[in-house]
């Protein structure tokens, strides 16, 4: 879950609120938490690459409604659910009217991998949009904006035979166990809603390249996923609620 301090603000803002805050229209979406605490400046200005190599920050994004997700381009279980599930919900809205209004964001939990080449061939394999960005950076940076964010990383080995790394074909000996965690944050850069667990989508939703990549366990959470996970309509309907009922 999200810091515990944010949750428990925006727990009781929720409580001592009737109804959607000032910001949003509409009855409030159910799919997850609703919060309502500012995004910390170090988070907003912490120095991150996207897939072309350019250096950016969240409040580069500054006026538009952020979704920000954990991801790992060498994810076999979760991730490539959760990044087919976001990517869905992004080109629903870029064929949209409020496209421009949302922004995407993939951010990685593995810097010492995710490299550019590693965020761009899985921007290819999923296909590039313009309201979605992946994101790198350095360990310190991308380590210390997660932590304070509250996402639960830890790094475990894997087990013979080793899986290879689907752009370098290097053997894969650990993987980082790690929560998943949708992040809502709105046009005055504050945390508004938060969606946990991986997204439900079909496997063909999944570029090929990456289902193959995906180890029993993962292909098991596409199968049989959870009836209770976020879903594409439900992103979308959080953005609408964010954006004040727009369409």
């Known amino acids: ?129 313009p309201n979605w960005t992946l994101l790198t950076g350095s360990r310190r940076v991308v380590d210390g904006l997660w932590d304070t964010l509250g996402v639960w990383r830890h790094r475990t080995p894997i087990e013979r035979p080793f899986p290879r790394d689907w752009v370098t074909g290097v053997p894969l000996t650990t993987d980082i166990a790690h929560t998943d965690e949708l992040i809502f944050i709105d046009g005055d850069q504050r945390f508004r809603y938060e969606m946990d667990g991986y997204g439900n989508v079909p496997a063909s939703a999944i570029p090929g390249r990456i289902y193959r990549f995906m180890d029993r366990l993962g292909h098991r959470n596409v199968s049989a996923t959870d009836p209770g996970a976020w879903t594409p309509d439900q992103v979308t309907e959080v953005v609408d609620w964010l954006l004040g009922g727009a369409s």
């Open 1 to 129: 879950m999200l810091l515990a301090a944010i949750l428990v603000l925006g727990l009781a803002s929720c409580s001592a609120k009737e109804g959607a805050p000032a910001a949003a229209a509409g009855a409030m979406p159910d799919a997850g938490t609703s919060l309502d605490a500012p995004v910390p400046a170090s988070v907003l200005t912490a120095p991150l690459t996207d897939s072309r190599g350019r250096p950016t920050t969240l409040d580069a994004f500054r006026g538009k409604v952020l979704v920000l997700t954990d991801v790992m381009t060498l994810c076999q279980e979760s991730c490539p659910i959760v990044t087919a599930s976001m990517v869905t919900a992004a080109r629903r809205l870029e064929a949209s009217l409020r496209g421009d209004r949302v922004q995407f964001l993939s951010l990685t939990v593995d810097p010492g991998r995710d490299d550019v080449r590693h965020l761009r061939a899985y921007e290819r394999q999923f296909g590039a949009l």
